[in-house]
């Protein structure tokens, strides 16, 4: 499985493959035509209690990857997320936050990639 991650704001391209947005809420300032969408998995995303208290602050990141990992133990949507992945190649995690690297979608792709 080819599965990536991208900013929802980055121009959507051929190689992206099945594009799926995986924030709970819809990107600010973006309109549904410009994102592209093959899919909004906004159940796979981290619970709003969760979201709130990482508030994108990266000294927290390693908590927050862990009880989102915690929280996608009993998810019945990443089964779903999975699926997708094995139909389509590749698959394209999208997310909205500045940061590339302390963000739902990384710790999102690296627990597919270990589960």
Known sequence: MDIRIKRVYEPPEESDGF???VDRLWPRGLSKDAARLDEW???VAPSAELRRWFGHVPERYDEFE???HAEL???DAVQH???AAR???PLTLLYSAHD?????A???LDYLRSH
């Open 100 to 104: 590339e690297q302390h963000n739902q």
């Open 19 to 21: 594009r799926v947005l």
């Open 81 to 83: 997320l999975r699926d």
């Open 87 to 89: 139909e389509h190649d």
């Open 73 to 75: 133990e009993t998810n």
């Open 41 to 43: 998995a906004k159940d």
């Open 106 to 108: 990384v710790a999102l």
């Open 66 to 68: 862990r009880r989102y």
